[in-house]
């Protein structure tokens, strides 16, 4: 059975740090494009960034140089650091799995950033 489970989300001020983490179980963790989208009410849900296991990653414009996704294969889990935080960072993030003949989805993890 597959599954993702995140963690680390939470309240944090203006300018604070979050990391999330993804764990993956029941897929071939290195066969996929890790990735954490997020969405935002009454919003569309968006793709935040991406890493792709051949050492390529891809960030939305609007989190460049702020957030930094990264693998850890032996623990099969994926994380995001997100640092210098704003308001509109403020979504459910949900981590992402994909391939030619798969994807899957984590339940989401709630950030929300507020003084």
């Known amino acids: 059975q597959e599954h993702l489970v995140e963690s680390g989300g939470g309240l944090v001020q203006p300018g604070g740090s979050l990391r999330l983490s993804c764990e993956a179980s029941g897929i071939f963790f290195s066969l996929y494009v890790m990735g954490w989208y997020r969405q935002a009410p009454g919003k569309q849900r968006e793709l935040v960034a991406a890493d792709t296991g051949a050492g390529t990653t891809t960030y939305t414009d609007s989190v460049k140089g702020r957030f930094t996704i990264s693998r850890d294969i032996l623990k099969n889990t994926v994380h995001l650091q997100m640092n210098s935080l704003k308001p509109e960072d403020t979504a459910v993030y949900y981590c992402?799995?994909?391939?030619?003949?798969?994807?899957?989805w984590g339940q989401g993890t709630q950030v929300t950033v507020s003084s």
């Open positions: 992402n799995a994909r391939n030619r003949i798969s994807t899957y």
